[in-house]
């Protein structure tokens, strides 16, 4: 069967991959973000600051009253 086949390959696959040094490399420093992911980025780290300041001021509030 297939999975059979698989199995008994694999650990030659990987092994020839690891010994002749040939391993792909993904550099993520080549990726440019588009204008449109940054600025939504922006906008939810300003809204998550809003976030936690009216918590903070929440959470005073409450253990005021307590």
């Given amino acids: ?17 690891f010994s002749t040094g ?4 993904s550099s993520l420093g080549d990726l440019k973000i588009p204008p449109r992911i940054s600025m939504a980025q922006t906008g939810l780290k300003n ?3 809003m ?6 001021k ?3 509030k409450w253990f005021r009253a307590v």
């Fill in 1 to 17: 069967s297939a999975s059979s086949n698989f199995d008994r390959n694999a650990p030659s696959l990987l092994s020839t991959s």
């Fill in 22 to 25: 040939h391993l792909r490399r």
């Fill in 47 to 49: 809204n998550l600051g």
């Fill in 51 to 56: 976030v936690r300041e009216f918590a903070n």
């Fill in 58 to 60: 929440v959470e005073g």
